[in-house]
């Protein structure tokens, strides 16, 4: 039972997919796929696992990799090859088993955006990338949100900072290497209105202003991968033998040859 005055993320996500059927919607996911081909066009490798709010959102089609798997909070009929159905916080994947993971706003529809965060470094291997994409408060979207009174998706997503984002990668041993800011346009829902700001999308995008809608931030995962336990030799220590003829065959001379060499019956 979720309390009074809590959120419930799990109802929001439903709406937030809904919501991608909307104009605005649309353009933006299609600004994302364009951005996020850009960003992975040169990737490949065995596992790619994308981390969404649904599995009608699909992201990185064509990268080249033998396995693209994709997780989804809720089951449903017909679900294609390569869905998983769980929540992000709780992956149900081997350590270090994957060699991308994209997270796409599901830090901004989850009760534990941290544990989110901290799933996905746990199923990359070293020197793996991790994908994130997230709204922007630092934006006209963010301000959007704050004077919003019908908390709806999007603007009842969490809308973490960038920094917050960067102190959490680097508390879990990440190299950010790039991050990036798009979608300038404001958030108008005409499909007329949003084609004729296509000039102050392409002006946000030459002068790199970190004001667009969404984030993008690509990092590596810094951690050594384990390695087996290395056995330690011991050096033999040496065993003094009396010399021949110096004790003659009395029987100190039996004791000490029983005492220097091992049985090797033993």
């Known amino acids: 039972m979720v309390r009074a005055g809590k959120r419930n993320y799990t109802l929001q996500r439903d709406a937030f997919e809904a919501w991608f059927q909307s104009p605005l919607g649309r353009a933006l996911l299609a600004d994302q796929r364009e951005q996020i081909d850009a ?3 040169d990737q490949a490798g065995a596992h790619q696992l994308l981390v969404s709010v649904s599995h009608r959102l699909p992201l990185a089609t064509s990268t080249d990799f033998s396995m693209r798997m994709m997780t989804t ?3 449903s009929s ?3 090859d390569g869905v998983v159905v769980c929540e992000a916080d709780e992956l149900p994947f081997p350590n270090e088993s994957v060699d991308l993971v994209i997270m796409h706003h599901t830090h901004d529809f989850s009760e534990r955006p941290h544990q989110v965060v901290r799933e996905a470094a746990r199923v990359l ?3 793996g990338s991790l994908v994130i994409i997230g709204f922007n408060p630092f934006s006209s979207w963010g301000l959007r949100k704050l004077v919003s009174r019908r908390q709806h998706p999007p603007w009842s997503g969490r809308f973490v900072t ?3 984002l960067e102190d959490w990668l680097s508390l879990l041993e990440f190299e950010v290497e790039e991050t990036t800011s798009r979608f300038f346009r404001p958030p108008i829902r005409g ?3 949003l084609d004729r700001l296509n000039s102050l999308e392409k002006f946000g995008r030459r002068l790199h202003l970190p004001a667009g809608a969404y984030y993008c931030i690509r990092a590596e995962k810094r951690v050594l991968a384990r390695t087996a336990n290395r056995i ?5 220590k040496p065993v003094a033998l009396p010399v021949a003829g110096a004790l003659g065959s009395s ?3 039996r004791h000490a040859s029983d005492v220097a060499l091992p049985d090797s019956r033993k």
């Open 162 to 164: 960038l920094r917050r």
């Open 39 to 41: 960003l992975l066009g």
């Open 73 to 75: 909070p809720r089951w």
């Open 232 to 236: 330690r030799w011991r050096k033999p």
């Open 191 to 193: 499909q007329h209105a």
């Open 125 to 127: 291997r070293s020197s």
């Open 78 to 80: 017909h679900l294609p």
């Open 251 to 253: 029987s100190a001379a």
